[in-house]
């Protein structure tokens, strides 16, 4: 056996679900920062008032997503026979739509909003994926 089969051999192989997980941690947690973002926008803006829904559900985003993304984390979730995973990137999923929706009517005038419906549309898309495979 040569020197790199060798190596090859002793590496430890990551999961491809490992692989896949990696990824939705990423896209929640870039929504969530995405998310947090808009909210604090709309939050400085003269017309807070009129923005209250949006900010309600970006935060609400937010929060789901940074859940997620540390509960996919866990180690006890690979041992999960009883849907709490799909259950899990569902209300991810729709947290980011329902923020995406919010957002769609300030994307316009307020920058973060629209930086905000693109990260909540790429995670959404993500763990509807991610919860047909795990």
């Not at 051999?9 to 990696?22: I, K, M």
């Not at 920062?33 to 009129?50: F, I, W």
């Amino acid at each position: 056996m040569h020197e790199a089969e060798a190596i090859a051999v002793a590496r430890p192989q990551r999961a491809p679900a490992r692989d896949l997980v990696q990824d939705i941690v990423r896209q929640c947690l870039d929504s969530a920062r995405a998310c947090l973002r808009c909210a604090d926008e709309c939050l400085g803006s003269v017309e807070v008032e009129r923005l209250k829904s949006c900010i309600r559900f970006a935060l609400e985003g937010a929060d789901r997503c940074f859940a997620t993304a540390a509960l996919l984390e866990r180690p006890s979730l690979e041992h999960d026979g009883g849907g709490t995973i799909q259950a899990l990137l569902a209300g991810c999923a729709w947290a980011c739509e329902r923020a995406a929706t919010e957002c769609r009517p300030y994307a316009r005038r307020y920058e973060a909003c629209g930086l905000c419906i693109e990260a909540c549309k790429r995670c959404s898309a993500a763990c509807r994926s991610a919860a047909l495979v795990l």
